[in-house]
């Protein structure tokens, strides 16, 4: 052991350099190539604890393991807060405990199985818990380590094969490497020669890609609209300084044709733009708003409108009703939904229904278990309580050109990318993103969120036009680039002209083949570090019966 291993502050500096360096390299901040030895002090961290004869080396690897993920979702996620602070903490707290299981299970594999096999699975493990915190009920993929590259988009253009766990095996390879370098006694320098090409390949061959893309499909006018309604004090109806419906909307619609020409296709309004109270959808088309709508679009010919919405429908049949299902007295079974609209000018409408919903706010993940924890629910946007959703990807298809379909992505949504992909199989030749960032206040969280944006365009090949109710609305071309954006709390409209491309991605095609994959390999890994665990632990009545004969004889 070594003067600074035995050093008691090495250990909790090793854990915090970790969660700084990792904190330093994420979006949007331009310095991801940070992320590439961000790991590596939490490794030596582990070495030293590994090394050590003292008991109770797990306890003491699982506190500061836990104090480095901790720290980093503090540094990177702190904003969280700023909606709700008892579940900004809830959120940090949990989340840096949930990444501890892949973190245990390489120590005990590593124990188990030996050096090799244990490093080897540390990305494994990694990399299948990042597939595993995209479907469930806790889902909170924010730190996904292939995010930390949305704002270089250029580095990542092989994205469109790999998806963003892509860049999460790029991350853990160099990491690695660069710690096995370290750690070697050699002391030729062609040690790092390894850790060198693995950074410097992925990044020529993104290079590569991105130079020799040119984007696809048909060109079309889209407008993208920033009311810039403050949702805590004016979007909805008991907030202090509350703005009539009616205001709002004609803000939209003012908004709206400050930029629409004749050759406008799809005017973009936020996330729950169309707010007065529920709207049902049985009797949208009768009701004030569809009217206003309708002579709003009659007014501009060819141009049709996707919108935020919140709606609900009824069950008449209340042993059809969902698990999501409300109820009341006098009406009976109904679902609310935070919602897409998409409105044509002869009064057709279709709505798509979000279904990737924010634990805490919109539904309550596994009630039975949690429910002791509603006290801490997340006001990250949308609208309280459980949502409804739908199975399957909804898309938004123009009357009179069936080449301009759009995704209607909504707000949380953006950040999944397997999840945005099925919206493209079913046929979106573009993304549209409503959204409401103004819940995180001037923090870090609405940038990264319109940076993440970035990587869903690169992974299907999709233009990106993307409507927010205040910062950052703006245009994304194919390859990732941001093309046009709007200031951070100010009204705007934006017009831009954007590709709608029908080919599909390797990525698309196939989803996430990294993470189901690495699943795998983590079950097997666990079933062979349990093998190895009892078969080479000697149980005590055998050595006390070699012990009896040794004496006999």
Known sequence: MSKETNNRFYLPLLAFLSAFLLWLGWPVKPLAFVL?????????????????????????????????????NIFTTYWVSYSTLGGGIAAVVFNALFMMMPMMAFFWTKRAAGRAIGYLSLPIYWIAFEQFHLNWDLSWPWLTLGNGFASLPSWVQWYEYTGYLGGSVWVWAVNLLVFFALTSPEKKKSKWLSPALTFILPLLLSFFIGSRYQEKGELAEVVVVQPNVDPYKEKFEGGEGYIPFEQQFARLITLSEQQITPNTKFVLWPETSISNGINWEENFGLSPVSYALRDFLNR????????GITSARLYPDSTKRSSTARFHEQIGYYDVYNAGLHFKPSGQHEFYHKSKLVPGVEKTPYPGVFKALKMFAIDLGGIAGNMGTQETRAIFQHSQDPKLVGAPVVCYESIYGEYVSEYVRNGASAIFIITNDAWW??????????????????????????????????????????????????????RGQIRFNQEQTFYTRHGELIGHGTQWLALGLVVLAVVLRFTRRTPKNVINTHSAQRTHT
């Open 441 to 494: 206040s001037d923090s870090p969280g609405y940038k990264q969120h319109l940076a993440y944006a970035s990587l869903r365009a690169i992974e299907t090949r999709r233009a990106v036009a993307r409507s927010a109710n205040t910062g950052i609305s703006g245009f994304i071309d194919q390859k990732g680039e941001l093309l046009q954006r709007s200031g951070w709390w100010v009204p705007a409209a934006m």
């Open 36 to 72: 590439f030895i961000g790991w590596v002090p939490f490794l030596l961290l582990e070495k030293a604890i590994s090394e050590k004869t003292a008991p109770k080396r797990g306890r003491t690897f699982f506190k500061y393991a836990y104090l480095t993920l901790l720290l980093w």
């Open 300 to 307: 501009h010919p060819g141009v049709e409108l996707v919108s």
